[in-house]
């Protein structure tokens, strides 16, 4: 499986709907961990993500554990951003086959699987800054990662 973007137990309906859009613009997977703090098919999730639904790419697991499994068996790269890294994003070398994991806004992902990702990374901030939305975050890693390993659509269809 190419790049995809994994959203762990997301929060809010309209950033998975903006980040779902962004997949089916950019042709990258999502990947969502539940169990979400909505129902999917929540009409805000269709809103942020307008007509692009349908031409996005999503996976559903039930739980953490069936997404570990299943990268597991792809023998797939995990990269954890958050706030708690060193590493800024733009000094790692991705992977075509990478998986962006991406935490809960209201707690990011518990310390077993902050011990379980490959990489650890953050998305650099002025001082005094928390976090930036999810969303942008997303499109800021999935840039940089499509940015390196080559923007080739032909196989993303």
Request: proline share 5%; charged share 25%; net charge neutral.
């Amino acid at each position: 499986m190419p790049l995809s973007i994994a959203l762990y137990q997301p929060d809010i309906a309209g950033n998975t709907g903006t980040i779902l859009r962004l997949g089916a613009c950019l042709g990258v997977t999502v990947e969502v961990i539940e169990p979400a703090g909505f129902d999917l098919s929540d009409r805000a999730l269709k809103r942020a993500g307008m007509d692009y639904l349908d031409r996005a790419r999503i996976v559903r697991h039930v739980d953490f554990s069936a997404f570990e499994a299943a990268r597991r068996k792809a023998e797939r790269r995990l990269i954890l951003f958050t706030t708690k890294a060193e590493t800024p994003y733009t000094a790692v070398t991705f992977r075509p086959d990478d998986v962006l994991l991406f935490g809960r806004e209201s707690a990011g992902v518990p310390d077993d699987v902050h011990a379980i990702a490959d990489l650890r990374v953050t998305i650099p901030m002025a001082p005094g800054a928390r976090s930036i939305n999810l969303a942008v975050s997303a499109a800021m890693a999935a840039g940089e990662a499509m940015r390196q390993v080559g923007w080739d659509f032909s196989e993303r269809g």
